[in-house]
């Protein structure tokens, strides 16, 4: 239901090649200092700036939970793109028809016969984007208007069925909270339970019913914009729990509360895009690294960020010797986290690098952190560029930062199967065991392995994933997401803008996926979860179960559904304290 993340635009150059020379790769890699490789960073993102010569036509984003992220995935676990970038989403549709300009190439040059499935995919791929497809000299055209409007683009209706209750993770001080032996807090809900990478829509016990469109505009090729409104009835309003109880007077105000009936601008934004420079500005969803089941540094667990936010819209190759990294992408961003009490009006800001040396291995790096807000001392330039940079990292007292270094590997010996990585840490650790000689404290991590093609006709993979937010305690028992400064912790809306397991937690993730027919799919995933491992005497302890079904009904209808079931004992870290939670989620949409 949901998830859940060239530059020369001539049609006469179609595809990124890679140089065969990955000694590059080898010299950033070098040292085992976080200020090594962002010291890279540094300098690739302002070449990235000004390193295209030709402009790139500006397009919306492709929302995060859109069926085409999955099947480039399947195209390129048969040797079809090799320039792609998992690691900073939403792609634009530029970039979407960028890699399906790609993949139709390498087809058509190598005369290759493809299963029915990847062959489904490209057709649709040149029926959806075929505006996008024409700067490559493919499909019809007829001629660039000047201002393109799309009063209704797309409308979804769905239908919520939730039986539980959600998850807390709370924490107000050494001894209070669920992490007492920890001096940061955090205030933050899991607000529906079992509805993962769902961009902070929440649904409330019972019946829930929801109703969101987009509607999109376009000026010459230099500005767009995009709105999704979205309407939410539900059967039970809730009113939260009281801060003032949790915290013993230490905080104010309600957690996990929400109205009957809601209308709110879930996204909205404009952009303007100058050569391929791109700047947004409004109310967006991102989503970085390696994950599926989620990211630890930005994920779409929490609801979109208003925020301003500058990236190369298309992947670009580097000029001079720094082409050798092959094609990069850059995001950098400032936003205003929404329901943020302690203190009141910080800022969230971040960026993140991607770069492929190689066609089956891509590197990154990408941090975030929050810092102002009332009776906090105001950030300077430099300290804010020392930050963004990593150079800031280890000072917990002035900003609340995160960061991870990721890779990806496919392996094209093993029918295209992919490994991925993410490893980081928080701020507020220290340097007593040797996982945390890489510059970073409280480490954690996460890695994967994808497997595209299990059958030769590529209608079944599998993937599984794990995750760790859990560390070992030292003389700083800080946590993932949590601060003693910033203490609402690394949050947006009262929800983790990182991984959705929250601190002091490790998940095991599973999930096969089989397409029946090339337009119906279904899945079974499975869950198992553990809170509370190193900073409270008792463990959250979950199994939960999952099965979905999807089917394209023509080009413009499709339907799904959902049905999770999720067995949690010791639920909240309370001793004894057992549940179950239900989650039937069903929808339908229509494409205009």
């Not at 998992?86 to 087809?107: F, N």
Request: negative net charge; proline residues 5%; glycine residues 10%.
């Amino acid at each position: 239901m949901g998830h859940r993340c060239s530059v020369n635009l001539n049609s006469d150059v179609s595809i990124m090649t890679f140089p065969t020379n990955g000694s590059w790769t080898d010299k950033l890699c070098a040292g085992n200092k976080i200020a090594r490789t962002v010291f890279a960073a540094v300098f690739l993102i302002a070449a990235g700036m000004v390193s295209v010569a030709h402009s790139v036509p500006v397009s919306n984003n492709v929302p995060l939970d859109h069926w085409s992220y999955g099947a480039l995935d399947k195209v390129a676990g048969f040797g079809l793109i090799r320039s792609d970038l998992h690691g900073i989403r939403p792609y634009t549709r530029m970039e979407v028809a960028r890699l399906v300009h790609e993949a139709l190439a390498v087809r058509e040059e190598k005369s290759l016969k493809l299963p029915p499935l990847i062959e489904h995919f490209l057709e649709r791929f040149q029926r959806e984007f075929r505006e996008e497809l024409t700067v490559y000299g493919r499909g019809d055209s007829d001629g660039a208007a000047i201002m393109t409007i799309k009063p209704i683009e797309e409308a979804q209706a769905r239908y919520a069925f939730v039986d539980g209750k959600p998850r807390d993770f709370v924490n107000f001080g050494k001894r209070n909270g669920q992490y007492p032996w920890s001096p940061s807090g955090i205030v933050a809900s899991e607000k529906t339970p079992l509805l993962y990478g769902n961009e902070g829509i929440v649904y409330g016990e019972g019946s829930n019913f929801s109703l969101q469109f987009s509607s999109s505009a376009k000026l010459w090729d230099l500005f767009s914009g995009y709105v999704e409104p979205i309407l939410i009835v539900r059967q039970n309003e809730d009113p939260g729990r009281s801060l003032d109880g949790l915290s013993g007077g230490r905080e104010h105000g309600s957690l996990g509360a929400f109205d009957r009936v809601g209308f709110d601008l879930h996204k909205g934004y404009v952009k303007f895009s100058p050569w391929n420079v791109e700047i947004e500005f409004g109310r967006d969803s991102m989503c970085w690294g390696q994950g599926y089941a989620g990211s630890l540094i930005m994920g779409n667990n929490a609801g979109p960020l208003d925020m301003l936010k500058i990236t190369n819209p298309t992947n670009t190759l580097l000029p001079w010797v720094f082409r050798y990294l092959g094609p990069f992408k850059y995001t950098v961003f400032v936003a205003r986290p929404d329901d943020y009490l302690n203190p009141l009006n910080p800022l969230l800001s971040g960026g993140s690098v991607n770069f492929k040396p190689l066609p089956w291995l891509e590197l990154g790096f990408e941090t975030a952190f929050l810092m102002n807000g009332e009776d906090r001392p105001s950030t300077s330039l430099s300290n804010y560029l020392k930050a963004l940079f990593g150079f800031g990292f280890g000072q917990p007292n002035e900003i609340d930062q995160v960061g991870s270094f990721e890779a990806r590997l496919r392996l094209p010996f093993l029918w295209n199967a992919e490994l991925y990585l993410e490893y980081g840490g928080e701020d507020s650790g220290g340097e007593e065991f040797f996982e945390e000689w890489f510059g970073f404290g409280d480490v954690g991590y996460l890695t994967g392995i994808y497997l595209p093609r299990i059958t030769p006709d590529g209608k079944t993979d599998f993937r599984f994933e794990f995750a760790r937010t859990a560390h070992r305690v030292d003389s700083t028992p800080g946590f993932w997401y949590g601060h003693t400064s910033y203490r609402w912790g690394y949050t947006n809306d009262q929800m983790i803008v990182g991984h959705r397991i929250g601190p002091d937690a490790i998940d095991y993730f599973a999930r096969v996926t089989r397409y029946l027919r090339n337009d119906l799919r279904v899945g079974v995933d499975f869950e198992h979860m553990v809170r509370g491992v190193s900073l409270n005497v008792v463990e959250e302890e979950s199994n939960g179960f999952g099965a979905d079904v999807a089917w394209d009904i023509d080009s413009r209808w499709s339907v799904a559904a959902r049905y999770a079931f999720q067995d949690i004992s010791n639920f909240n870290l309370v001793r004894g304290d057992d549940q179950a939670n239900h989650l039937l989620v069903t929808g339908v949409k229509f494409s205009f």
